[in-house]
């Protein structure tokens, strides 16, 4: 090969390879993860979460101006009895539920009870009463595939300080909290097969909308904190699943228009999530909106969830001369993910 066209071969490889090198270098964007919505249509009923099998745990009024009941509703409409603490009435709230059909949540808020977690199945019928030791009172908050169940439980002196507990059948109740900020109380909010457990720990000045969020797993602590949202107090976890992914939302400057911005977490990185939001009728004034959405909790493996969102129909004026309201829509629904991403 003539030396001047060896020499052409040899830069150009060169070349190839400083450019294959600088894109591989450059950061990869995240993928936005779409959902689809799919309309609950029993409006009798709230959801809670949703677990692998497409079975959604929800609540339900059984007597006007009491305490809803929580059951669960299958993917083919079948639901299960409401399931309510024994000895107590319109006294049980439901949290989670995981992939054997348990429910986890806490009862015995009325006065003369002790409120106390709980894990019950209401198609067998099956439960189980859980109380720290010593406290004034235990909430449940997850449950897992081997019925470990995470929540937080009140100090007897101090209403207000609370901490995270772990009980297994095993090992029995311990405590978990986040050691190293000089925060407020813990809570617990998910546990996974795996034993990772989400939660969150409150600022001093006991407010939800600052709050520390965290993962604990392999006896560590990390910080959940997304890098677009205020601060390290933004960042809220709203579901957790078995493949150690986390479902949230943060506050922060892009987040004016849409009210706080969707993530999903996945091994420390960070993927936008979005969903197909639906117009409000457009206002008097002209002033196009989209309808608001809230209630969104649970992520299961299959990265769906539960919300809600209020869609006007029609707009009024109040004493005010503010726009507000006359007619709506509140649908309930599945957040199911579209195939491929984006």
Not at 21 to 34: F, G, W
Not at 151 to 171: E, K, Q, R
Not at 293 to 310: A, K, M, P, V
Request: net charge negative; charged share 15%.
């Amino acid at each position: 090969m003539p030396q001047k066209i060896s020499n052409i071969i040899g830069y150009t490889a060169l070349l190839l390879l400083i450019a294959a090198s600088v894109y591989s270098a450059e950061p990869r964007q995240p993928k936005t993860l779409s959902y689809t919505l799919v309309p609950i249509t029993d409006q009798t009923t709230t959801p809670i979460a949703i677990n692998d099998n497409d079975v959604v745990l929800v609540e339900r009024q059984l007597v006007a101006q009491a305490q809803a009941a929580p059951l669960l509703i299958n993917k083919r409409g079948k639901e299960s009895p409401p399931w309510q603490c024994p000895g107590t009435v319109n006294d049980t709230v439901g949290e989670n539920l995981n992939n054997l059909n348990q429910i986890v949540g806490h009862c015995g808020h009325q006065p003369g009870f002790t409120t106390m977690a709980f894990v019950a199945n209401p198609l067998t019928g099956a439960y189980r009463l859980l109380a720290f030791p010593g406290a004034a009172a235990t909430w449940g908050f997850g449950v897992n595939d081997a019925g470990s169940v995470i929540g937080f439980y009140s100090n007897p002196t101090h209403a207000l300080d609370s901490h995270g507990f772990v009980w297994d059948s095993v090992n029995g109740y311990r405590t978990l909290d986040l050691p190293f900020l000089n925060g407020g109380p813990t809570r617990l909010l998910g546990i996974n097969n795996a034993g990772a457990v989400v939660g969150f720990t409150y600022t001093d000045l006991l407010v939800d909308f600052e709050v520390h969020s965290w993962i604990y797993e392999g006896g560590t602590f990390t910080t959940i904190q997304h890098p677009d949202a205020f601060d390290e107090l933004s960042t809220f976890i709203q579901g957790f699943n078995n493949n150690g992914q986390i479902f949230g939302s943060y506050e922060g400057p892009g987040c004016f228009q849409s009210g706080s911005c969707l993530f999903s977490w996945d091994d420390g990185k960070f993927s936008p999530v979005t969903l197909p939001v639906p117009d409000n009728a457009l206002r008097p004034d002209g002033v196009a909106t989209k309808a608001t959405i809230f209630g969104l909790q649970g992520y299961n493996d299959n990265q769906e969830f539960i919300g809600t969102y209020f869609q006007t129909l029609t707009w009024k004026l109040n004493e005010y001369g503010d726009y507000v309201s006359a007619t709506f829509n509140l649908v309930d629904f599945i957040a199911k993910p579209v195939k491929g991403g984006r």
